[in-house]
């Protein structure tokens, strides 16, 4: 098992930036691909971007590729999504997921994940 934790949402104006975090306790940090995801009210919850277990590959949605940078420290347990030139819609709830599978693919799909997190809302206003 294992309980992951995010931080760093908030209220920010179009065109800042901000760092989650995502700190993650029990099993192996290591052992995890993860995953950050986002969630609107009365929408489904959509992939934003995954890194590989030691952090060599990476996968981003294309509505935040060249804006988001996901990235991992092993040793720290921790999990990062840098967000800049935020958007009005880059509101969302955040959630950060681990995902325990053999497999090396980065997935994309909710339901390959393992373990959630609480989510952090971030709020981007004109």
């Known amino acids: 098992q294992v309980q992951l934790v995010e931080s760093g949402g908030g209220l920010v104006q179009s065109g800042a930036s901000l760092r989650l975090s995502c700190t993650t306790s029990?099993?192996?940090?290591?052992?995890?691909?993860m995953g950050w995801f986002r969630q609107a009210p009365g929408k489904e919850r959509e992939f934003v971007a995954g890194?590989?277990?030691?952090?060599?590959?990476?996968v981003y949605a294309d509505s935040v590729k060249g804006r988001f940078t996901i990235s991992r420290d092993n040793p720290k347990n921790t999990v990062y999504l840098l967000m800049s030139s935020l958007k009005l819609e880059d509101t969302d709830v955040y959630y950060c997921?681990?995902?325990?599978?053999?497999?090396?693919?980065?997935?994309?799909?909710?339901?390959?994940?393992?373990?959630w997190g609480q989510g952090t809302q971030v709020t981007v206003s004109s």
């Open positions: 997921a681990a995902d325990e599978g053999p497999g090396v693919r980065i997935e994309v799909r909710q339901s390959d994940y393992d373990y």
């Open positions: 029990g099993r192996t940090f290591s052992s995890y691909a």
């Open positions: 890194i590989s277990r030691i952090g060599l590959r990476t």
